[in-house]
């Protein structure tokens, strides 16, 4: 709320004070360095502890062992290593919901699914490859589990040469994001 106040100063001037009252100015975001906590209110359905735990460089070699490794040609991939522990037991699991920027661009996240290769060994005719440098939570752990319970992970996130390593990690793409991570 705005309040006008005038006070007179003589022969019909007035001096005139504009004053505020303060509000609530909505949600903050809550800055952190790498491997501090934040808690994460997620529309009142889920509250966990979320932390960057680290942030490791690869290299574009690493892609190599992924499918069509030509069209990842020039990129270089970032782990964002991050553990969610519950607050309370929920019935939903959590999402991860960090997003990496490099200055103001924001970086792209991979997701690598694991594939099922066929063998010829009649016992074991199907083997399982994943990408074992980098590997997402299993977050359904956390269902209906304890307060305290955590999970451990792995998300990767592309620069194109030239943009560099991630100067922020925040959670979710919200004009105020609950929590941001710096380096």
């Known amino acids: 709320m705005i309040r006008l106040v005038t006070a007179g100063l003589g022969t019909g001037a007035a001096l005139l004070a504009v004053t505020g009252c303060s509000h609530d100015s909505g949600p903050t975001t809550e800055t952190l360095r ?63 919901s960090f997003v990496a920027f490099a200055g103001s661009k924001q970086l792209t996240h991979l997701s690598v699914i694991p594939s099922l290769d066929v063998t010829n060994d009649p016992e074991h005719p199907l083997s399982s490859h994943s990408f074992d440098k980098c590997k997402s939570a299993a977050t359904d752990k956390l269902k209906n589990a304890p307060a305290g319970q955590s999970v451990d992970g792995c998300i990767i996130f592309l620069s194109d040469n030239g943009d560099g390593a991630p100067t922020k990690v925040q959670w979710g793409l919200k004009k105020t994001p609950a929590a941001v991570w710096k380096p």
């Open 34 to 96: 790498i491997g501090d906590t934040a808690t994460i209110d997620d529309n009142e359905q889920l509250k966990i502890q979320a932390a960057v735990t680290t942030i490791d460089t690869g290299s574009s070699a690493d892609l190599n062992e992924l499918q069509n490794p030509s069209k990842y040609a020039g990129k270089t991939p970032y782990y964002v290593r991050y553990r969610l522990t519950t607050t309370a037991s929920s019935a939903t699991a959590p999402s991860e």
